[in-house]
């Protein structure tokens, strides 16, 4: 393939066409990523289309248009005839010229290697997740395949040394690129048009402890709801806000209604919009078993939310523990309580440890870091 770029520059001034492929555009963490880094991406030397497959989860669509990608969706309603879309995606590929495809996720980054085998085109794949999670097909599928790609991103670092642990093998290179978020988006600055207190019932003096989640197994929204009836025995004036929808959505909601939580636990169901609900929030409760770097918790802890987590996953190198929010250990969530009555009763502890979490993604996780450090990836492998 010829070289599009040269000294990291686009040749003759015409954007490099680059291709992301992923399994949904539904809201979740690597899906929401895809719009934000577009909105940041130099359009000068990178042109962006994207492929995704269930059609039914889309509520990134508009959001990629909106900052200039393209999307097109080769619909597929299981994992196996993802697969049997490579040879549409391999022609896509051709007739749009792209020059980098880049994967998310397992299913997704196996039909990109097809892709790229079939095209001769550089394959790039961000691992957002730890091997051991995944289900045995997923996991030997990925690992079958791994070294037909040309470079593999990882979130975390602990997320790399899952792969390390896994793949045992010097290719393809592995590093890490932290998740980011837009800090000027998500800021405690944001005037919301919406008063989520004032809508909610919820009085503007009290607590209010939240979450933004998917409701699936690993996010332990069960657990989650125990910690909140068993906090507001203890501080009755407490609220807690769950904003986020899923498959367990039954399940949780009997779990509520057997807790009888009703009356200070509010759901509010998927919104595309999140801001309004952290700005209602103090503290950011997470109860994952596991968990790669998560977009919901960067956001929570830019807009000043003091962070309350499980210590799963790749969570540590983002909170530390007393410094800017609390860890507990994953195996022992109900130390939650114990952790956050001491805080219920000390406000201004809460708000330090907002502001410090709030200056840790500032310095160390924003979006213009992440993309930067992606650029120079896709420069890299251009080259």
């Known amino acids: 393939m010829n070289s599009l770029l040269k000294n990291g520059t686009a040749v003759n ?7 992301h492929i992923i399994k949904s555009l539904g809201r979740g963490g690597a899906e929401v990523l895809l719009p934000e880094t577009l909105s940041i991406h130099d359009k000068k030397k990178y042109e962006f289309h994207y492929i995704y497959f269930i059609p039914w989860k889309f509520q990134m669509v508009e959001e990629i248009q909106k900052h200039g990608g393209r999307v097109t969706c080769f619909s597929a309603n299981n994992n196996f005839k993802i697969i049997l879309q490579a040879r549409k995606v391999a022609a896509y590929v051709k007739e749009h010229h792209i020059q980098l495809i880049h994967c998310h996720l397992p299913w997704a980054g196996f039909v990109g290697r097809i892709v790229g085998k079939m095209t001769g085109v550089p394959v790039v794949y961000t691992e957002h997740n730890k091997w051991e999670r ?44 932290s998740n980011g978020i837009n800090v000027e988006k998500y800021a405690s600055s944001y005037e919301a048009a919406r008063d989520i207190r004032k809508e909610l019932n919820i009085a503007p003096d009290a607590t209010v402890i939240g979450t ?12 989650w709801l125990e910690l909140a009836k068993a906090l507001h025995d203890k501080h009755p004036k407490t609220h807690f806000i769950i904003v986020g929808d899923g498959i367990l959505k039954n399940e949780i909601h009997e779990k509520s209604e057997s ?11 998927l919104q595309t919009e999140t801001r309004p609900y952290l700005q209602a929030m103090n503290i950011f409760m997470m109860s994952s078993e596991f968990e790669g770097l998560p977009i919901a918790l960067l956001e929570a802890m830019s807009m000043g939310c003091m ?26 969530p109900g130390k939650m309580v114990e952790r956050l009555d001491d805080f219920l009763q000390q406000p201004e502890q809460v708000k330090a440890l907002g502001n410090a979490a709030r200056k ?16 120079t990836i896709y420069t890299d492998l251009l080259n």
């Open 212 to 223: 933004v989640s998917v409701f699936r197994k690993q996010k332990r929204l069960d657990i």
């Open 307 to 332: 962070p309350a987590c499980t210590a799963a996953g790749g969570i540590p190198e983002l909170v530390k523990d007393n410094i800017n929010g609390i860890l507990v250990p994953v195996d022992e």
């Open 134 to 177: 995944y289900h045995k097909l997923t996991y030997y599928l990925n690992k079958i395949s791994f070294n037909v790609q040309d470079r593999v991103i990882a979130v975390s670092e602990d997320v790399a040394n899952s792969i390390r642990k896994h793949h045992h093998s010097e290719r393809p290179v592995i590093q890490v690129v």
């Open 259 to 269: 807790l009888q939580t009703q009356g200070y636990v509010h759901f509010v169901g």
């Open 360 to 375: 840790t993604v500032t310095e160390s996780f924003s979006m213009q870091k992440m993309v930067n450090e992606l650029e």
């Open 13 to 19: 001034n015409k954007p490099i066409p680059v291709l």
